[in-house]
């Protein structure tokens, strides 16, 4: 573990609540993202990644310094963002951001892209929320964090709270429903780059 999270991690235990923004500062970056990707919403994401937090520092004194502060509360996270989403779920109201956390209308390819770019970017964008809408809370955690965060399978069976095995069986579900919803997208974008191609030859 990082010195500075040790020397923050005893102040702490000691009475100086103060020390405890120093972890909150490296690590919630990567946190908040995590929840975000996993929740689909920046409320449910800040409200996930803070409850993560103060469980964290409620449970501080029973930390094994052994392992790092970050990937410790990463899973608290994780468990926290999936509940969320389990329970959003339900709501008919409840409508998911996009898990590339890139605003509607904005490429991330190029700052002048031309018209016909940005409408085929946000075709794909929106075809790629609506695919992510046909899976499950498990199938969309397990794929954001195998495939987004490109967490090992171990942490994401942790955060499913299943074996390893069924974590795989929820992620291959993902990907089988991902690869159907978006076949028609991949069509389009294969008719679209050969159109060029047919075009120069019939000149």
Not at 28 to 36: H, S
Not at 85 to 114: F, L, M, N, Y
Request: with cysteine; aromatic share 6%.
């Amino acid at each position: 573990m990082d010195i500075l999270e040790q020397e923050a991690i005893r102040r702490v235990l000691t009475g100086d609540r103060d020390a405890y923004r120093v972890l909150m500062e490296c690590h919630f970056p990567a946190v908040i993202r995590m929840t975000l990707r996993v929740t689909g919403n920046l409320e449910d994401a800040e409200e996930a990644a803070q409850e993560a937090f103060l469980k964290a520092y409620k449970e501080l004194p029973g930390f094994r310094e052994k392992a790092a502060f970050g990937t410790w509360v990463y899973r608290i996270a994780m468990n926290s963002a999936l509940n969320l989403v389990k329970s959003r779920a339900r709501k008919p109201e409840w409508k998911a951001e996009p898990i590339d956390g890139v605003p509607q209308g904005d490429s991330p390819v190029s700052q002048h892209p031309t018209p016909e770019a940005v409408l085929l970017n946000a075709e794909a964008r929106r075809e790629r929320e609506r695919a992510m809408g046909a899976l499950t809370p498990m199938e969309r955690t397990a794929f954001v964090l195998r495939h987004i965060e490109e967490q090992p399978m171990d942490v994401v069976a942790t955060a499913l709270g299943v074996n390893a095995n069924s974590a795989r069986q929820t992620l291959f579900r993902a990907v089988s429903k991902l690869r159907r919803e978006l076949a028609p997208l991949r069509s389009s974008y294969r008719a679209a780059t050969a159109a060029p191609h047919v075009l120069k030859e019939a000149q």
